[in-house]
């Protein structure tokens, strides 16, 4: 069957040049020069002096170390609590108060967020972070819900949607 009209045809165009191509290789990784490697074996990901290869192919070489390493197999989805950041980085934990601000306090106003994933790589790290106010994107207490970030948007714990003018933090 041939597409006969011009626009769907550029349309089909356009998404299809937009997809991805790692084939069926788990794992993809991109090099400080922008070069993708992909492939099915990651060995020495966890051995001292970054000896990972992906494929034979060293990933963090001084000169041209890797960037990102994504396993294509795994997909992440985000449970509450956390506080997603502006950059898009997640902190697994709770908004456990305020601090900063007052003409008293030498350190700026900031986010004091309780930590709730203890295990993996953050285990001796402290139980509670500050993150400065411009850092934060958004604040989840509960799983339920959208992943989209909706701006101006509160969520209450009976499930209602209320669209924010305008919000007043205190520690009370």
Known sequence: ???????????????????PVH????????LRDGRE?????LR???????????EGKPLFEAANPAR??????????????????????????IAAGMGGGSPFDTEPEHLIVELTDREGPQRGAPSRVRVRWEAVKRIVLTGSGSD?????LLILRDGQRVVARSLHWSNE
């Open 148 to 152: 989209r970030f909706e701006p101006s």
């Open 23 to 30: 084939g069926s290789d788990r794992y993809w990784a991109m």
């Open 37 to 41: 490697l992909t492939g099915e074996q």
């Open 68 to 93: 990102t390493l994504r396993d294509t197999t795994r997909v992440a989805q985000l449970r509450g609590p956390f506080v997603e950041m502006t950059n898009g980085d997640v902190l697994p934990g």
């Open 1 to 19: 069957m041939m597409c006969r009209n011009p626009w769907c045809c550029a349309l089909i165009l356009i998404v299809l040049a937009d997809m």
């Open 44 to 54: 020495g990901l966890y051995e001292p002096k970054g000896a990972a290869t992906l």
